[in-house]
């Protein structure tokens, strides 16, 4: 599925303040099939940017559409993986990833359409178990699960790994371009990480410092999988575009903290 994304801009009204301008002026178009990754520093908008996108929330001016379709709502066409798993406790793995099946599918469906997401992420054996009883990047793998199980064609992922230690994060970067592979969904993926968003991406989005606008759009024309000593080079050259943004960021912050 393609995206477009037309002069977007989004405010917040706060409490007896100026209202925050946390996007400004966002135009981008994502084809189908691309693994397109958002970057920049800290309360730039990338979360806000992906939250429009999933019809979570409206922008202030400007649109956003799916395959020409306006979004004004979320809907089967997208799904979307949050930082944290947000599972049904009370509910086994099985059954949280047959949970957006159950209107679509037929109960043998389901039960087939589950198994094939399950070993898509290396959980057969866990199915009959509970959240609580698995480890956070084990969750995490359940939470892609129910997702891909949505079979959208768009798959927004907001620092799916945010929370993870760095093995962990190293394994499902691998499993999550194995499966962009073989499904060809279309991923929007927000990230802090550089060496994330090479590893994974056809292109890099980095957005300014608050309010986010895009400064920058990276080709990653690197061969898959990605060499370590190749994306050294890259790394180095995004870091360099945002530099400035992250100076910017603390630098604000110190003047917020010096005035309280």
């Known amino acids: 599925m393609y995206v477009n994304i037309h002069n977007v801009a989004k405010s917040f009204q706060r409490q007896d303040e100026q209202p925050l301008t946390a996007l400004e002026n966002i135009n981008l178009d994502i084809k189908q099939g691309e693994f397109v990754s958002l970057l920049g520093p800290s309360g730039c908008g990338k979360s806000t940017l992906l939250s429009i996108i999933a019809g ?6 400007g649109s956003i559409s799916l395959e020409n379709e306006l ?11 949050f930082q944290e798993p947000a599972l049904f406790p009370w509910m086994s793995v099985k059954e949280n990833v047959t949970f957006p099946l159950r209107k679509k599918l037929s109960k043998q469906d389901q039960v087939e359409a589950t198994a094939h997401y399950l070993k898509m992420v290396h959980l057969s054996q866990f199915a009959e178990n509970y959240p609580h009883e698995l480890s956070g990047g084990m969750q995490q793998r359940v939470a892609i699960a129910r ?12 620092e799916p790994f ?37 590893k994974l991406s056809d292109r890099i989005i980095i957005m300014s410092a608050r309010p986010g606008t895009i400064i920058s759009d990276f080709n990653v024309d690197l061969e898959r999988p990605r060499q370590q000593k190749d994306m050294a080079v890259m790394e180095e050259e995004v870091m360099a575009i945002l530099k400035t943004e992250i100076e910017s960021v603390m630098k604000e912050e110190l003047q917020h903290a010096g005035s309280h």
């Open 56 to 61: 979570l929330s409206k922008p202030s001016s």
């Open 71 to 81: 979004i004004t709502e979320p809907g089967p066409d997208k799904s979307m993986v």
């Open 147 to 158: 997702a891909l199980a949505m079979d959208s064609g768009l798959l927004l992922m907001d």
């Open 162 to 198: 945010g929370a993870l230690d760095e093995q962990t994060r190293h394994v499902l970067q691998e499993e999550v371009e194995t499966i962009w592979q073989e499904t060809k969904k279309t991923i929007v993926f927000v990230t802090h990480s550089i060496r994330e968003a090479i």
